[in-house]
């Protein structure tokens, strides 16, 4: 049966968002390239969302990630783009509707910019797919509405015939939803063939290391000697030493997080999954701020 990464996926899709984000906004908006300047930076204002909304101490149930996004348009002005992924619902409680109106309204009352939002619904539950909060009392009534895109609901051939980087994240999330209980040899299969879709379409180098990484670890294998195998296959198919590298992005990425400057506990979990991933230690104990020791001797 093959494994999620209950904390690593989340720094996955982080990451994805900031080495895909122009195709991202290309793949969920029709008219990006007449509406967005793409020829300016985007700003990640992940430090500024953080501050408006500190992460949930106890949230059993249900996993996200959020991103907030300074962007430009055509007519110089700023706006901004927040992305909510639901990795896992909290089933029955329906809060994300309002999650996304609190997100709304205090980002709106800080910057005073307009925003877009988009739920993108990564979660195995048929029947949860919010895409509005409404609110009324004795004639009052607040009603908001926002982008909505449940994985599930996807079709996989036309996820193969967008040509988009993009739509490679989303066909590789569809298929670990579909296929979650399956034994390695058929996961190694499917890596390949999402390896074929991502080398078939137009990107830079960027692009391509993020989404390799995504797919390489978005779902784990049972037994971690094939991640290894599966490396070796790339390297006879392509006829090169190497492939692209899979170790790199996930530590950077921690110790942009913070976690080599405290934080322990989480330190501690991310440096598992890394050690049950076959990661050299001593490049996490860079990544975690933990000492080769501490990382031997986890459990």
């Not at 720094?11 to 020829?39: C, G």
């Not at 739509?167 to 499917?190: C, F, G």
């Not at 190497?242 to 976690?259: F, I, P, Q, R």
């Amino acid at each position: 049966m093959t494994k999620f990464s209950n904390r690593t996926d989340d720094l996955l899709w982080k990451s994805i968002l900031e080495q895909t984000f122009i195709h991202f906004l290309r793949f969920f908006f029709v008219k990006a390239n007449d509406i967005f300047d793409l020829s300016r930076p985007f700003d990640y204002l992940d430090k500024e969302f953080e501050s408006l909304f500190p992460p949930e101490p106890n949230g059993k149930g249900v996993r996200f990630v959020d991103k907030l996004v300074k962007v430009y348009l055509k007519d110089g002005s700023e706006k901004f783009v927040l992305c909510h992924i639901e990795v896992q619902s909290r089933k029955g409680k329906g809060d994300l509707a309002e999650r996304m109106f609190r997100y709304f309204y205090k980002i709106f009352d800080k910057y005073q910019v307009p925003i877009t939002a988009i739920a993108i619904l990564a979660d195995d539950n048929c029947d949860y797919r919010p895409y509005f909060y409404l609110q009324e009392f004795v004639g009052t009534r607040i009603s908001y509405s926002f982008n909505s895109y449940k994985i599930l609901d996807q079709n996989e051939s036309e996820l193969r015939a967008n040509q988009n980087p993009f739509s490679v994240v989303v066909l590789t999330t569809l298929l670990a939803i579909i296929n979650r209980r399956i034994n390695d040899q058929e996961l190694k299969s499917i890596k390949h063939d999402l390896y074929n879709e991502m080398i078939s379409r137009d990107m830079d180098r960027k692009t391509r290391k993020g989404i390799y990484d995504f797919l390489m670890y978005y779902v784990r294998f049972e037994d971690e000697i094939n991640l290894s195998i599966f490396e070796e296959e790339l390297k006879q198919k392509l006829g090169r030493n190497t492939v692209m590298g899979t170790n790199e992005y996930l530590l950077d990425k921690a110790k942009k997080e913070g976690l080599e400057k405290g934080k322990r506990e989480e330190a501690i979990a991310i440096a598992l999954e890394f050690k049950k991933m076959g990661l050299p230690l001593e490049d996490i104990a860079k990544g975690t701020g933990l000492t080769v020791k501490e990382i031997e001797e986890l459990k």
